[in-house]
Every structure is written in structure tokens, then in C-alpha cells.
T-cell receptor
Framework: GEDVEQSLFLSVREGDSSVINCTYT??????LYWYKQEPGAGLQLLTY?????DMKQDQRLTVLLNKKDKHLSLRIADTQTGDSAIYFC????????????FGSGTRLQVQP | DADVTQTPRNRITKTGKRIMLECSQT?????MYWYRQDPGLGLRLIYY???????NKGEISDGYSVSRQAQAKFSLSLESAIPNQTALYFC??????????????FGDGTRLSIL
């Protein structure tokens, strides 16, 4: 079945760049998503990328997709303390359950 | 007002009780989903519905049931709650779209504790 994996924890200093990585196994993935979850809140969609793209930039966020290696990354430039949260990678495809498969989430800690 | 509203936000109950979690949305989306979140496990899909007459089991549907009362409402029931159903539950919605994939939008979650 589909599987999405992420590292559990990342710590960076304020002002540095953060890179959160994700790998997935489903070769039929069509969309890949990044969600942010702040404490006590639901998941907020940050950005998504269609599988025929290799990069998408949105303000401080850059998503890179290596479809050959099934590797997705989220780069946050000039990381701020407000970026501290759990970040989830998710994928969907046109086959199977037609719903999202989530990674276990990466907790980003930003140190002042 | 939130586009996807879950009620209650928090609930503590006892083993064996029947529980209903409710979700309503104002986004006009056809598709609705229920997930549960457990520490270190991400989100796992319980049930999903692509329209009022369409209900599908997700990967962990045992012990749960759902009802799609209207396009805007999707409720999740635990007929006889057990402690390992203690978790954070999320409702999500998405639009129908080309290729069948559209971003999902989440409610703020219901924290359910079963003693």
C-alpha cells in the first residue's frame, strides 16, 4: 500500500532556512501536499504540487519534487518562531482510496 | 466563522458509551472525510463520502460508523466507545475536480478521551 515517511523532528535558529523532507512510495501519486498544524489547531494547507512539476515557490516556501526518487521537500526561508509547528506531508492519487495518505509529521522547533 | 466546524471540541466519556461527533461545512464541497490522529502516526482515514449517497470505509473503519445527513453535514459515531479510540479526530472537506484530486480543508478537531 501507499506509505509516506518523514523525519520526526527538526530544530533551527530563527532566520535560518528550514528543510523538511518526505519520501513516498506510490508511483501513481498525482498531488503532494504540505500541511501545518499548530498546537490545538487543525491542519492548515500550506501548499501543494502537481506531480508533473519539480518546483513550486510561494513567498517563503519552496517545494521541490524529485519524482524519480519519490522525494518531496519543503524549504522555509528566513524561519520565524511562528513557524514552529508540526508539518505533514501527504499524497493522493487517482487510484485506490482517492483520499490522502499522510506522513507522521515533522515537528519544527525554531530557536530564537 | 470557520468553513469546517466540528462539535464538540473536547469530550470525555466512559467505555461502552455511544458518542457522536459532528461536522458541518460552508464551503459547498461534495467530499467529506473523517480522520483520527494519534501521536507519531499522522492521520489515518476512518471513512469518506464523495456525495450524500456515497459512503466508503477508510483504513481503520472498525468500531466506527458515519452518516451523511446532507451535503454540508457528516457525522461520525462510536457505537460502544473503547479506550483505544482515545484520539484527536478531524473532519475534512474537498471539492470535486479534474483528476479527482483537490486539496482537503480541515476542521479544528475534536479531542476525545475514553476512560
Amino acid at each position: 500500500g501507499e506509505d509516506v515517511e518523514q523525519s520526526l523532528f527538526l530544530s533551527v535558529r530563527e532566520g535560518d532556512s528550514s528543510v523538511i523532507n518526505c519520501t513516498y512510495t506510490d508511483s501513481s501519486s498525482t498531488y503532494l501536499y504540505w500541511y501545518k498544524q499548530e498546537p490545538g489547531a487543525g491542519l492548515q494547507l500550506l501548499t501543494y504540487i502537481f506531480s508533473n512539476m519539480d518546483m513550486k515557490q510561494d513567498q517563503r516556501l519552496t517545494v521541490l519534487l524529485n519524482k524519480k526518487d519519490k522525494h518531496l521537500s519543503l524549504r522555509i526561508a528566513d524561519t520565524q518562531t511562528g513557524d514552529s509547528a508540526i508539518y505533514f506531508c501527504a499524497e493522493s492519487s487517482n487510484t485506490g482510496r482517492r483520499a490522502l495518505t499522510f506522513g507522521s509529521g515533522t515537528r519544527l522547533q525554531v530557536q530564537p | 466563522d470557520a468553513d469546517v466546524t466540528q462539535t464538540p471540541r473536547n469530550r470525555i466519556t466512559k467505555t461502552g458509551k455511544r458518542i457522536m461527533l459532528e461536522c458541518s461545512q460552508t464551503k459547498g464541497h461534495d467530499r467529506m472525510y473523517w480522520y483520527r490522529q494519534d501521536p507519531g502516526l499522522g492521520l489515518r482515514l476512518i471513512y469518506y463520502s464523495f456525495d450524500v449517497k456515497d459512503i466508503n470505509k477508510g483504513e481503520i473503519s472498525d468500531g466506527y460508523s458515519v452518516s451523511r445527513q446532507a451535503q454540508a453535514k457528516f457525522s461520525l459515531s462510536l457505537e460502544s466507545a473503547i479506550p483505544n479510540q482515545t484520539a484527536l479526530y478531524f473532519c475534512a472537506t474537498s471539492a470535486s475536480g479534474t483528476g479527482g484530486n483537490q486539496p482537503q480543508h480541515f476542521g479544528d478537531g475534536t479531542r476525545l478521551s475514553i476512560l
